[in-house]
T-cell receptor, first 115, second 111 residues
Framework: GAVVSQHPSWVICKSGTSVKIECRSLDFQATTMFWYRQFPKQSLMLMAT?????????EQGVEKDKFLINHASLTLSTLTVTSAHPEDSSFYIC???????????FGPGTRLTVT | AQSVSQHNHHVILSEAASLELGCNYSYGGTVNLFWYVQYPGQHLQLLLK??????LVKGIKGFEAEFIKSKFSFNLRKPSVQWSDTAEYFC?????????FGKGTRLHILP
């Protein structure tokens, strides 16, 4: 149980375009989802926390207008990278937390390459 | 605010050697602690976690960790490593209702 999926698993886009990444909790309801990014050979950096039905809370230094997060249902959160640039190329990982405990379950990640 | 520090950035061991990876956290309240592993090309997997109770926690693949509250530490141990343990290991803490990761330790096991 407690499976989190992400789609797509990898995406290549051109500079200036926007790309949407989906995060789904497959077998549980998640009131809270988290978005992280991981640069090559580095740790995961928390970008934002999203609660179902409310605005996301962004970590310091993360541009909320660039990284749009929507958590429209208890099983789906989306991250949209707007006007992507090559420096946005990274591995984006989501996690989801069930309503009943404080564990976070991580998705497999999405590799974004901006050309 | 919470923070996590991992002392060893890169560790190289021979097979059958014992392993201990250091992790210290900073947070004024009650914390939940985790160790995650990321094998080359794969996504994060949970090795073990501490929420409460026995401070010595046993996880998968023969790993264990000990929570020492007085030292704000949660070191990861394995008595005898295998080549397949080559991976990146992340210590993480949940204090402010979100999981924050340490910078990671890259473990390389020599066959």
């Amino acid at each position: 149980g407690a499976v989190v999926s992400q789609h797509p698993s990898w995406v290549i886009c051109k500079s200036g375009t926007s790309v949407k990444i989906e995060c789904r909790s497959l077998d549980f309801q998640a009131t809270t989802m988290f978005w992280y990014r991981q640069f090559p050979k580095q740790s995961l950096m928390l970008m934002a926390t999203s609660n179902e039905g409310s605005k996301a809370t962004y970590e310091q230094g993360v541009e909320k207008d660039k990284f749009l997060i929507n958590h429209a249902s208890l099983t789906l959160s989306t991250l949209t990278v707007t006007s992507a640039h090559p420096e946005d190329s990274s591995f984006y990982i989501c996690s989801a937390r069930p309503m009943v405990n404080y564990e976070q379950y991580f998705g497999p990640g999405t590799r974004l390459t901006v050309t | 605010a919470q923070s996590v520090s991992q002392h060893n950035h890169h560790v190289i061991l021979s097979e059958a050697a014992s392993l201990e990876l250091g992790c210290n956290y900073s947070y004024g309240g009650t914390v939940n602690l985790f160790w995650y592993v990321q094998y080359p090309g794969q996504h994060l997997q949970l090795l073990l976690k501490y929420f409460s109770g026995d401070p010595l926690v046993k996880g998968i693949k023969g790993f264990e960790a000990e929570f020492i509250k007085s030292k704000f530490s949660f070191n990861l141990r394995k008595p005898s490593v295998q080549w397949s343990d080559t991976a990146e290991y992340f210590c993480a803490v949940n204090g402010d209702d979100k999981i924050i990761f340490g910078k990671g330790t890259r473990l390389h096991i020599l066959p």
